[in-house]
């Protein structure tokens, strides 16, 4: 009350529609403010949605969706969603109420993997309120809600509020009910986009997400679509220190062939006993097996589309595509089929670099 009203920015997604990659799904949250009041009176309220793509590739459909308000009248608007590792939905927004003493507040809400389609069905809880109001209509087109990478379930939220004057305020947040068994494959370690040996062994890390000591975890891997390798890391990882989960190195004892140069897709998989959460047990990645020598031209720079002159001097990139350095490479050109003009580019040039040659 006796401030301008605030521009909710309605009809627009709002701060990121967010990815995430499940073992048989992908998945992409978003949101947009929508008026949820009949009539004259107007009530800012969230609509949310959650699309999911059954294969990379496929179509997205609508797999749940929902309108959340704020309790006690309140406006909810500028929202900003994510989704942990385990599947769960976090939100932080912007409220405000139109009586005395409802001033801008940041907050956040929620919802767990197993719960009901289209709810938000965690409290809604307070990251901060302003003390005073704002002075002009324009509010949040600057939030972000995002997940930590070191856990997997902390959510950062950053919005901005008035403590008198306009500031940032940043909240954190976790919603996870942590499960006794929660193992998880999350990175291919080896090998990486290079020259690879024919024979390699590959190394994954695993994450225990569980609230026990991890161990005797059988673990797989497929190369290219190819049937799964199975074996069984019998190491332990412990329960998670200080809400950090923690994590562990395997190498498979059975080696992959990456004889022939180019694309090789790793699929790896834990399946341990009683895991609770068997949708983050998968990750999959892509490495090009390069070759040692592969050079080539990529663009021609010079001359360009003008008036050109019996004397006219081309100038071509170089770049080298392979894992060795390289020197004095042959270079040449010809002319509507003419004579082939050949020179010396001499280098060097480094692995993923690019050269001018005139």
């Given amino acids: 009350e006796n401030s301008p009203d605030i521009d909710a920015l ?6 990121q529609a967010q990815y995430r990659r499940f073992c048989d799904y992908n998945s992409a949250v978003f949101n947009f403010v929508v008026d949820t009041a009949p009539g004259a009176e107007e009530l800012a ?12 590739g496929g179509p997205w459909t609508v797999f749940q ?3 959340y308000t704020a309790p006690d009248g309140r406006h909810a608007f500028s929202g900003s969603m994510a989704m942990d590792v385990f599947g769960n939905i976090g939100m932080g927004y912007t409220s405000v109420g139109s009586n005395v003493g409802e001033r801008i507040s940041i907050r956040y809400t929620g919802r767990l993997f197993e719960d009901p389609l289209g709810d938000m069905t965690i409290s809604e809880q307070l990251i901060a309120q302003s003390s005073a109001n704002n002075p002009g209509n324009r509010l949040a087109d600057y939030v972000h809600l995002t997940v930590d990478p070191e856990d997997g379930q902390s959510f950062w939220h950053i919005a901005e509020y008035f403590r008198p004057q306009r500031s940032d305020v940043v909240g954190v947040f976790k919603i996870a009910e942590i499960d006794p068994v929660d193992a998880a494959a999350v990175n291919v370690v080896s090998p990486v986009t290079s020259s690879i040996e024919v024979d390699q062994a590959i190394s994954i890390e695993i994450i225990n997400y569980g609230a026990n000591t991890l161990s005797n975890v059988p673990v797989s891997y497929s190369l290219n679509g190819s049937d799964f390798v199975n074996e069984t890391f019998t190491g332990s990882i412990p329960a998670p220190l200080n809400g950090i989960p923690q994590r562990a190195v ?37 490495v090009t097996n390069l070759l040692a020598n592969d050079v080539g031209v990529t663009d021609i720079s010079a001359p360009e ?14 770049e080298n595509f392979g894992t060795g350095a390289q020197s004095n490479i042959p270079v040449s050109f010809s002319v509507d089929g003419g004579s082939v003009i050949t020179d010396i580019f001499p280098g060097p040039l480094e692995p993923e670099s690019t050269g001018a040659f005139t």
């Avoid at 309605?10 to 701060?15: E, H, L, P, Y």
């Avoid at 059975?254 to 790793?266: K, Q, R, V």
Wanted: charged content about 25%; aromatic content about 10%; proline content about 3%.
């Fill in 10 to 15: 309605q009809a627009i997604i709002m701060n």
């Fill in 45 to 56: 309220g969230i609509r949310w949605y959650e699309l999911r793509q059954d294969v990379d």
């Fill in 65 to 67: 969706e929902g309108t």
């Fill in 250 to 286: 395997y190498t498979f004892s059975e080696l992959a062939d990456f004889s022939d140069p180019g694309d090789y897709t790793i699929d790896i998989r834990t399946e341990a006993i009683n895991d609770a959460k068997p949708h983050n047990d998968c990750y999959a990645t892509t």
């Fill in 305 to 318: 589309n003008s008036i050109l002159t019996s004397a006219e001097s081309i100038t071509i990139s170089i």
